[in-house]
């Protein structure tokens, strides 16, 4: 169940965090998705990071909880969201490492409104070609701008 495992990792970051002599308020965000393709279900949970998917070329989000996994003041349940999953669907998991980006003209964030739209504007092309073009993408971005954060993007195809 991602929602607790979620909940498992907030424990055991907490539960780190309470050992340092720092009052350390970091946490992660995450998505988790267990895909089960014998019977066609994906099973999700979120802490501020959503699971974004394209079916039929329009593209959709799994919302996630506004929570961060980590300390807060106030502890929510991670909720786990099941869903069916169909052919030629494209699920994405990804850090905010891409989003976050300065770079640009100006020097800004690339945000996560330009990013859903580029994935959306990707996600007809083969998986390999999609990993190219957002790293092409990525790099052009950033330009000359140091890497702020750690850069993932999860790309899974269902056949």
Not at 22 to 29: V, Y
Not at 48 to 67: D, H, S, T
Not at 113 to 135: P, T, V
Request: contains cysteine; hydrophobic residues 35%.
């Amino acid at each position: 169940d991602p929602g607790k495992i979620l909940e498992k990792t907030r424990d055991l970051v907490v539960s780190h965090f309470n050992q340092s002599e720092k009052d350390i308020r970091d946490g992660m965000d995450i998505a988790i998705g267990v895909f089960d393709f014998s019977s066609q279900l994906l099973q999700c949970a979120g802490a501020n990071n959503p699971i974004w998917y394209v079916r039929r070329g329009e593209l959709f989000e799994i919302k996630a909880c506004k929570q961060s996994v980590g300390k807060t003041t106030n502890y929510l349940p991670f909720e786990t969201y099941e869903m069916q999953i169909m052919s030629n669907d494209i699920y994405y998991l990804f850090t905010d490492g891409f989003p976050d980006q300065f770079g640009g003209e100006k020097g800004k964030k690339y945000k996560y409104g330009k990013f859903k739209e580029y994935i959306r504007e990707i996600s007809s092309r083969n998986i390999d070609e999609q990993r190219a073009l957002l790293e092409k993408e990525f790099l052009k971005w950033r330009g000359e701008y140091e890497q702020i954060d750690d850069v993932c993007v999860m790309g899974i195809k269902v056949k």
